[in-house]
Every structure is written in C-alpha cells, then in structure tokens.
C-alpha cells in the first residue's frame, strides 16, 4: 500500500479520565464547529463514541447501553450480566439522544460514522475464564444479532461498527477453564464464528457498511490464526500500533506487521489505533504536551505497512486550541510523504519570530519522548499520576500483569516487566540512565522555551505557557525515577560493604549525599518533602542507621499508587 491511498482517517471528541470512573480529563463539545474542524484537519470518519473503560460521561461503551431488545426477545435470550451504565430510563434516553444528535452533525458534515461497542458483554473481568455470556452459546450470537438489528433501525446513519472483544466490558471464555461447552477448543475456533454471524447480520443491516473487529488481548498466535480463518471481504481489523498497547514511541512491531501482511493476503483492511493529539493515556493527565516529530514518524511508519488502509484515534481528541501535535497529524493526512523539516517549518508559521526557537524546542521535546524507557512497564505510563516525592524503600519496577492471553504471553516481548519480582541492578540501572537522558532533553526544552516565551505570539502564548509547565511536570517525574533508582543502587553497594565488613567507599557515599539533595530540590518544584530531608540527615549523621531504613527491599505496598512505577 502507498501512503497516499490512507482510506479512512477516524476522530473523535473528548480525552478520557482512565483512572477515575465516569469522569472526563478534558470533556469536548460534540458541536458541528467541532465536527467541521475534524474535517478540517482532514478527519473524513468519527467514531461517535469515546468507548473507554472508565465510561466517561456515561458513554456508551456496549450496545446494550443504547437498545433493547422486545420483552419477548429478552425472554428468549436474556442478559444475565447487570449492565455497568446506568439503566434508568431517562440516563438510556440521554445516551440515545446523543447518538442521534452525532450521527446528525456528521451527516451534515459529509463524514463517516463508526459505532464502537464490547461484545459479549460480560462486566470486563468480573467472571474470569468462565463468563455467563459465552460465545459458544447459540443464544448469546442470536442475542447480538437481535441487537444488531434493533440498533440498524433505532440509529440510521451508522455506517460501521467496531467490536472489541475482551476488553471494554467484554470478556471470553478460556479453553483451559471450565466452561463445558469451550474446554479443550481454542479461542480461534470458537472466536471466528461468532464475528462472523455478526459481521453478516451487519452486512445485511447495512450493505456499504463494515464490520472492525479489534483482537485486543487475545496472544498474537491466537491472532494470527483468527485472521487467517476469516473469510469475508467485510470484515475489517482494528489493531493497536503494537501487541501491548498503543504507544507513542514504540510502532509497528513484528505482531502487527505479520498480521497486516496476513490480512493483506486475505483482503481484509486494517486500521491502525494511534495518538493523534496532545493527550494520550500514556501522558495523562498532561494535556499540552507537544511532541509532533514523534507523531510525525509514527504515522508515517504505520501507514507504510503493506495493509493499512486507515489511522484512528485511540484515546480523544480534544479541539479548544493549539495542538502541535494535531495539527501534525492534519499535515500528514494533507501529505503523508511530507519531510520532517518542511512539516516542522509549516507547523511553526503561526509563533512568528519565535518560530525557530519552537523548532528547535519541539526538536527536544521528540527526542525526550523517543529517550524515555515506555517499555519498561504498563505502569510506566500515565506518567502525570506519578508522585515525584516516591518512596524511600528500595526502587522496583512494577510490572502489570492481567490474566488474558496477550498479557500471559505475547506482551512480555515488550515490556521487561509484567511481575513485581525485584530487578536486577542492571536493569534498574538501564531505566534510570535513559531517564536521565529523557530528562536532560527536555531540560533543554524547558531552558529554549523559556528564552523564546516573549517573542511567542499573543493568541499562542496562553498555551505555550501551558506547554512549559506540563513539560516541567513531566521532566520532574522522569527525573525522581532516575534519582530514586540511582539511590537504591548506591545504597545496595554500601550495605554490601555493611555485609563484608568492608570499609565505605567515599566515593560512593559522596554521590548518594548528592542524588538526595538533587532528588529533594527537584521535588520542591512541587512540594515540600520532609521525609527526604529526614533521609538525608540521617546520612550525614549516621550512615548505619541510614542504611538500616533507607532503600531497602520491602512488599509491594503501592504507597504512591501503581502508576509511581518505582514506588513500593
């Protein structure tokens, strides 16, 4: 495939809050100014749900929380799961109105719609490896035909659907558990079927229309062979820019070109979830960071895989004012095959004076993002929820770990940690010294942005100083990691001096004193922390007992919560 030949380029409004249920970070208009301005920025189809976890102002996330079925449907094949959307009348009527009003703005737009929805429905991993809802039940595939066919004649204007299955409410049986009617039959020959009575009945329901199924969670074995069972040019896959999860930095890996090369072959298109703004799951809850060169070789990498015919938005996008990295996604989609210095010189027209100087920053700020170690951990991002004031025990490196299929096999490939098992020094010392060297990029950053604030043009400046300080939060962060990992190594050294009955080494001694007050002064960016001053009192006046409290191996008690990925 050429880059030119990008089919379908999907939005949609609203960054999502991950952490906190039925909340949004930054709540977006569904308004038709916002609608224009997606196909302004070359958008040409939105996905009319945000679809997230956490259910963000109540958005559907199921199909089941915008139709019903006829009493008498429901009778013959009832949902034994309670819904997880409120199921009052008037908050059922809300969500139906915003879907109606959505399709609408788009259709006036001349845009494509997208519906996003779990399937089966199960309350996410609420039942393990035996849910009430199992694909291999003749009645749970004729329920979500049936749903199909109410949401066909409830909401005109769909074009497609994208079906997720695990994930987003969605759960699947185990052929290692004990569902009678799976046990001992693997995913693929269960799995296939079922989309496949969906993918017909949507065929039916609308004959230019698609269905997207997104294989998240599911081993890329158990991908491959899906992909290479299905067996209808109106399927189409909706894959992550990798196996683990969408990141920023890391695209296109083995997993996702082997099976965009397989579905090539079968003459099934895929689109590929990206970041395409300023906010992203990896970031929250930062949302002003500009990074455009990272976009920029992101999506031009993704769509030079042979396959690919679309780019989508993973996480939200949200419209109320300068977004480097939006704005490079708009130069993208204008000119897929656009240079990094052109982009950069266009992308930086409206600052004026300061043009050059916000080249050189965003430069900085690109490469900081390509430095920083994303592949240590799952907990490594949603770096804005990190406490740079961490715990003085021993570092570690939390390490996600849910039971599916990707995370008990394939997601080990990227992320050197889904178990909490204490690292080797090594890798911690891998960890700090690449954030280090994040940090020091984006240091950089903060000292060239800062120079060049004056000359930014007024109708920009509000934001670039908005930019500058999640910039600073976010070096201030990646430069605890470094410390704290820092300070358990040098600690470990001296207690095994402690263990040889070995003297101090003064060097060693001489940079601990120093990390801790370099850890301390950067934390007072933000905060007093007056355990850390505590800490390095009691260095300087009695290193034993030092040594006995400090940075020393204990349980993983998430004292700082998960996503302070070094805290125990």
């Known amino acids: 495939m050429k880059n030119s030949e990008l089919l379908y380029k999907i939005g949609f409004l609203g960054a999502p809050n991950s952490l906190h249920d039925g909340q949004f970070t930054v709540p977006v208009d569904w308004s038709a100014e916002n609608i224009v301005r997606l196909k302004t920025l070359g958008f040409n189809t939105v996905q009319l749900n945000v679809a997230w976890g956490s259910r963000p102002g109540d958005e559907p996330l199921n199909i089941e929380d ?76 004729q329920r979500y035909v049936l749903l199909l066919e109410a949401f066909a004649r409830q909401f005109p204007g769909v074009d497609d659907i994208l079906v997720y299955t695990y994930d987003q409410d969605a759960w699947l049986c185990s052929e290692f558990g004990q569902c009678p009617r799976c046990q001992g039959v693997p995913l693929h020959e269960r799995l296939v079927p079922f989309l496949e009575q969906l993918r017909a009945a949507w065929q039916r329901l609308s004959l230019e229309g698609r269905l997207w199924w997104e294989p998240w969670e599911l081993s890329a074995g158990q991908v491959l062979a899906c992909v290479h069972r299905l067996n209808s040019p109106a399927f189409g896959l909706a894959l992550h820019s990798n196996i683990a999860e969408v990141q920023a930095t890391l695209v296109a890996d083995r997993w996702l070109k082997n099976t965009c090369q397989l579905a090539c072959e079968r003459s099934i298109p895929v689109i590929v979830e990206h970041f395409l703004g300023a906010t992203s799951e990896e970031l929250e809850s930062f949302t ?41 996604t708009a130069l993208f989609f204008a000119n897929p095959r656009i240079g990094e210095t052109e982009a950069l010189s266009l992308l930086a027209e409206p600052y004026g ?17 390509e430095l920083f170690p994303w592949d240590t951990s799952w907990f490594i991002r949603e770096i804005g929820r990190s406490d740079p004031a961490h715990a003085l025990s021993a570092a570690m490196l939390r390490g996600q770990q849910a039971h599916t299929p990707s995370w008990e096999s394939t997601r080990r490939a990227v992320f050197m940690k889904t178990d909490n098992a204490q690292p080797d020094p090594w890798m911690l010392e891998d960890v700090q010294l690449r954030c280090q060297q994040a940090g020091d990029r984006w240091a950089a950053a903060l000292h060239m942005g800062r120079q060049a604030l004056h000359l930014i043009p007024p109708d920009l400046s509000e934001h670039f100083e908005k930019t500058l300080a999640d910039l600073a939060g976010l ?55 007056p355990e850390m001053r505590h800490a390095i009192d009691l260095l300087q006046h009695d290193l034993d007992a030092f040594l006995r409290s400090c940075f020393r191996d204990g349980p993983d008690e998430r004292s700082k919560g998960s996503f302070s990925v070094t805290s125990r």
């Not at 004076?353 to 993002?369: E, H, K, L």
């Not at 410390?483 to 003064?506: D, G, K, V, W």
């Open 66 to 141: 915008v139709v019903e079925l006829t009493p008498d449907q429901q009778a013959a094949y009832p949902q034994p799961v309670p819904l997880r959307c409120d199921p009052s009348p008037e908050r059922r009527a809300a969500r139906r109105q915003a879907m109606h009003d959505r399709i609408a703005l788009c259709r006036r737009a001349g845009l494509r719609t997208i519906f996003h929805f779990g399937a089966p429905y199960n309350a996410h991993a609420r039942y393990g490896d035996n849910p009430p809802n199992c694909i291999s039940d003749p009645k749970v595939a």
């Open 288 to 328: 002003h960071l500009a990074h455009p060169l990272v976009t920029l070789r992101a999506l031009q990498t993704i769509a030079s895989i042979p396959g690919v015919v679309g780019i989508k938005e993973y996480f939200g996008l949200v419209l109320d004012g300068e977004d480097p990295n939006l704005r490079m």
């Open 353 to 369: 004076p300061a043009a050059r100087y916000v080249i050189d920053f965003w430069r900085q700020t690109s490469t900081g993002m």
């Open 475 to 529: 070096r201030c962060r990646t430069v605890a990691y470094a410390y704290h990992l820092r300070e358990t190594s040098l600690a470990a050294i001296l207690r095994s001096q402690q263990t040889q009955a070995q003297p101090y080494p003064p060097r060693v001694i001489g940079e601990l004193q120093q990390v801790l007050a370099a850890d301390l002064d950067n934390c007072r960016q933000e905060k007093d922390w």
